[in-house]
C-alpha cells in the first residue's frame, strides 16, 4: 500500500496548514487512517486517527480543538487541517495505515502497518 502525504510547509505561529494522505488505487473498508509526527531527535509521536468506516476521529491531547482529521470517501484521501500552529507543532508529519482499524483504536506507532514517506511542517515563531 502507497500512502502519499502533502501539503507541509513553512507557516509563521498562529497559522494553518492542511496535510493529504492519499492512497493512489487503493480502497479502504475496516481501516484506520492516522497521522504521526516526528521531532528533530525525537519519538514519533501519535497526532490523530479516523476510523474509515464511520468516521470515528481521535486526538493526542496536544492538538485536540487545533486540528481536525478527516476522510474524503470519493478521494480515499485523509486530511489534517492544522489550525493555530506552533513552534512546538514542528516536525515531519507521517500518515499511517491500521489494517485493524475497524476493530481497535490504535495510538502506537507500531500498530500501524503502513507509513507514508513524511511531509515537513514548519512553524517559526
Known amino acids: 500500500v502507497q500512502l502519499v502525504e502533502s501539503g507541509g510547509g513553512l507557516v509563521q505561529a498562529g497559522g494553518s496548514l492542511r496535510l493529504s494522505c492519499a492512497a493512489p488505487?487503493?480502497?479502504?473498508?475496516?481501516?484506520?487512517l492516522g497521522w504521526f509526527r516526528q521531532a528533530s531527535g525525537k519519538a514519533r509521536d501519535f497526532v490523530a486517527a479516523?476510523?474509515?468506516?464511520?468516521?470515528?476521529?481521535y486526538y493526542a491531547d496536544s492538538v485536540k480543538a487545533r486540528f481536525t482529521i478527516s476522510r474524503d470517501n470519493t478521494k480515499n484521501t485523509v486530511l489534517l487541517q492544522m489550525d493555530r500552529l506552533a513552534p512546538e507543532d514542528t516536525a515531519v508529519y507521517y500518515c499511517?495505515?491500521?489494517?485493524?482499524?475497524?476493530?481497535?483504536?490504535?495510538?502506537?506507532?507500531?500498530?500501524?502497518?503502513?507509513w507514508g514517506q513524511g511531509t515537513q511542517v514548519t512553524v517559526s515563531s
Open positions: 499511517a495505515l491500521d489494517s485493524w482499524g475497524g476493530l481497535r483504536v490504535a495510538y502506537e506507532s507500531y500498530e500501524y502497518d503502513y
Open positions: 488505487g487503493r480502497t479502504f473498508s475496516n481501516h484506520a
Open positions: 479516523v476510523k474509515w468506516k464511520g468516521g470515528a476521529t
